[in-house]
C-alpha cells in the first residue's frame, strides 16, 4: 500500500510539472498510456475485455472520467496536497449513496468521523483565507463523483475481472479527454512528454499494488495507509514545486484524513464482527 501510495502520489506530482496543458488533455495522455498496460494484461490472460455488465461498466466509465477530469482542473488551483486531501472526502460521500442505492446503514459513531472530516473542510475553506473557492468547488465535486464510482463497482461486484472494469475506465477517458481537449490541444514538448507517459505508469502501477495490499491483508489493515498518499503529495509540493501550507490548511488537512481513518478502522472492525 505504501509503494501504491508513492506511485500516485508522484503521478499528482506529474500533473503539477504539466502546467501548459489542459485538463482534459491530461486525462487523455494519463488513460491512454495506462491503456496499454490493461490491454496487454487482458490479452496475455486471456480475458474478454467486454465484460458481462457492459451498462454499470460504461457508467463506472463515465462517471470515474468525470471525476478525474474535475480533479485535474482542481491542481490549477489549489495547492496539490490540499486537492488530494479533499479528494479522499470521496468515501463519506460513497457511504451517504450506498444508503440511498445500496441500502446499507451508516452507524451513530460513523457520523461522528464524517463531521470531524468535515470540520477539517470548513477549516481550510473558513480559515485558509488564500484557498481559491473555484478549486474547493471543483475538488468537491469531484470527491462526489468518486463517491459515486464506489457505489457502481460495488453493485457490479465480483462478477467482472478488476482489470477489465479498470480497462472500460481508461478506454472511456481516453475517448472523453481526447474529444474535449480538441479545441484547445497544445502540443507537448520536451520534458511535457515524459510527464504525460509518467502519468499512466505511475497510475497503473498505484492501481496494481493497492489490489494486491487488499488481496494481501485485511480492508481494515491496510486501508488507513492509502492516505499515506496525501503526506507523500504534501512533502513533494513543499520540497519540489514550493508550495506553501498555512497552519490552517495543515490543521484542515490532519482533521480530514483523522476523521477518514477512524471510519474507515471502525468500520473495518464492524465488519469483522
Not at 216 to 229: D, F, I, M
Request: with cysteine; hydrophobic share 55%; charged share 10%.
Amino acid at each position: 500500500m505504501l509503494i501504491s501510495t508513492l506511485a500516485f502520489a508522484c503521478m499528482n506530482a506529474s500533473v503539477k510539472f504539466l502546467t501548459n496543458i489542459g485538463a482534459y488533455q491530461i486525462v487523455f495522455f494519463r488513460s491512454l498510456s495506462s491503456l496499454f498496460f490493461t490491454l496487454g494484461f487482458l490479452f496475455k490472460n486471456k480475458i474478454p475485455f467486454l465484460g458481462s455488465n457492459k451498462k454499470l461498466l460504461i457508467l463506472r466509465g463515465l462517471v470515474g472520467v468525470t471525476s478525474m477530469t474535475l480533479f485535474f482542473m482542481s491542481t490549477k488551483y489549489l495547492p496539490i496536497g490540499t486537492a488530494v486531501s479533499l479528494r479522499y472526502l470521496a468515501p463519506i460521500f460513497a457511504a451517504i449513496f450506498a444508503v440511498y442505492f445500496l441500502k446499507e446503514k451508516i452507524k451513530q459513531l460513523q457520523w461522528l468521523f464524517f463531521i470531524i472530516a468535515f470540520i477539517g473542510v470548513l477549516i481550510l475553506k473558513g480559515l485558509d483565507t488564500e484557498l481559491d473557492s473555484y478549486g474547493l468547488l471543483l475538488i468537491l465535486i469531484s470527491a462526489i463523483f468518486s463517491g459515486l464510482v464506489y457505489v457502481v463497482i460495488s453493485k457490479i461486484g465480483k462478477s467482472e475481472h478488476p482489470v477489465v472494469i479498470v480497462n472500460y475506465f481508461m478506454i472511456i477517458s481516453t475517448i472523453v479527454g481526447g474529444i474535449l481537449s480538441i479545441g484547445s490541444w497544445v502540443a507537448p514538448i520536451g520534458m511535457e512528454w515524459l510527464f504525460l507517459f509518467a502519468l499512466g505508469v505511475f497510475g497503473y502501477f498505484g492501481q496494481v499494488y493497492m489490489t494486491k495490499a487488499f488481496q494481501l491483508a485485511r480492508t481494515s489493515q491496510v486501508a488507513p495507509l492509502k492516505y499515506a498518499e496525501v503526506i507523500f503529495t504534501v512533502l513533494l509540493g513543499l520540497t519540489i514545486f514550493g508550495e506553501i501550507y498555512t497552519l490552517w490548511s495543515l490543521l484542515g488537512i490532519i482533521l480530514i484524513i483523522l476523521g477518514l481513518v477512524l471510519n474507515g478502522l471502525y468500520k473495518g472492525r464492524a465488519d469483522l464482527q
